[in-house]
């Protein structure tokens, strides 16, 4: 029952990885350990519907996230939507860029920044 429980959320997240493709994928408060349980690093934009900077950054998210694919992570939460992450990481501020890898935070970015600040840090952790 175990193993094939396992397999179904195998291929659940793989469905979840190709629907994605290219796309900033929503980590909710449910999906945050499935979705960050790999070795690659892991971009994770906190961020809220009302916030200016946040839409500011937002394009540049989704572009990270068709230049990154494959080889990296992003992922956007809704920090009105999914309070348990936000508090999990004490975001305080948004926007809020962490960038995470093997389950530690390696790089924290807050407010909005170029895309080449963001690269950089991605980077770094390839």
């Known amino acids: 029952m175990k193993k094939e429980l396992s397999l179904q959320l195998i291929k659940f997240i793989n469905f979840l990885i190709l629907i994605t493709?290219?796309?900033?994928?929503e980590i909710t408060d449910a999906n945050f350990d499935e979705i960050t349980n790999t070795?690659?690093?892991?971009?994770v934009d906190f961020w809220a519907e009302?916030?200016?900077?946040?839409?500011?950054?937002?394009?540049?998210?989704e572009e990270l996230a068709s230049?990154?694919?494959?080889?990296?992570?992003?992922?956007?939460?809704d920090?009105?939507?999914n309070p348990n992450t936000s508090a999990k990481f004490g975001i305080r501020s948004i926007p809020t860029l962490l960038?995470?890898?093997n389950g530690k935070i390696v790089e924290k970015q807050v407010g909005a920044v170029p895309?080449?600040?963001?690269?950089?840090?991605?980077?770094?952790?390839?």
């Open 21 to 25: 493709m290219g796309k900033a994928i």
């Open 39 to 43: 070795d690659k690093p892991i971009l």
């Open 50 to 61: 009302w916030c200016g900077p946040c839409k500011m950054i937002g394009p540049v998210v």
């Open 67 to 77: 230049d990154y694919e494959g080889k990296a992570v992003i992922g956007k939460v």
């Open 79 to 81: 920090v009105d939507s």
């Open 99 to 101: 960038v995470i890898k």
């Open 115 to 126: 895309k080449s600040v963001l690269t950089q840090k991605l980077d770094a952790h390839l």
